[in-house]
């Protein structure tokens, strides 16, 4: 038997996830929790779990703060983080602070049921072709809790290094010169900041940068 548990504070998503849930296999069941605090609550008293299905967008305690304290207190149970925020920044981060998948809510139920089999395999799921975002004062961003490490937003030392060269207003030529690097280098560098937060060009990094509060 196949035992999950469903973090998500939304009964109607929760309901239509046991759902689907019941698709993978003959015998399964499903514990629910509509909060971080519930969710450790029931792994306290039974850590007989398969997989933990974590929203991101949690009351109290946000999905990123449960999901440190599950690897912490329950290391050997997966978690996968099932949410509609999933711009490139998040994956990486919560794919960082040690979730075993990352699934978009936009998903239909079989391709749900084709990321968790990967996840219910021992593998990392990512999903594929993450789209970069239309930047603009509607685009719905996650907010941080205390600032994020330029490494959980999936850069490098180095890319974060340019990326906060970038944030004073620095020319790749410029970057070059304090980073003793060659401007082709930098370039490279540069590139590999767009596409670690999904954007292309300069100005939509530093939106994201910012709005995500990454540590410059």
Do not use: W
């Amino acid at each position: 038997m196949l035992k999950f548990l469903i973090v998500e504070d939304h009964a109607l998503v929760r309901e239509g996830l046991v759902r689907v849930l019941h698709q993978l296999d003959s015998e399964v069941s499903v514990v629910e929790a509509a909060s971080g605090d519930q969710a450790l609550a029931a792994l306290g008293r039974d850590e007989d779990v398969d997989l933990v299905l974590l929203d991101l967008a949690l009351p109290g305690m946000d999905g990123f703060a449960c999901l440190d304290l599950l690897r912490q207190r329950h290391p050997s149970i997966p978690v996968a983080i099932l949410s509609a925020f999933d711009d490139p920044p998040t994956v990486n981060r919560v794919l960082a602070n040690g979730a075993s998948g990352f699934i978009p809510k936009a998903y239909s139920g079989e391709d749900l049921i084709k990321a968790l089999r990967v996840v219910l395999a021992g593998h990392i799921f990512r999903p594929d072709g993450t789209a970069a975002p239309v930047l603009g004062d509607e685009t719905p961003v996650l907010p941080s809790t205390g600032g994020v490490s330029p490494e959980e937003c999936g850069l490098t030392e180095r890319q974060g290094q340019v990326l906060g060269l970038m944030a004073k207003g620095k020319s790749n030529r410029e970057i070059a010169q304090q980073l003793g690097l060659s401007e082709g280098t930098v370039k490279i560098h540069v590139t590999g900041v767009f596409k670690a937060l999904g954007v292309s060009s300069r100005t939509q990094a530093l939106v994201m940068a910012a709005r995500y509060g990454i540590r410059l």
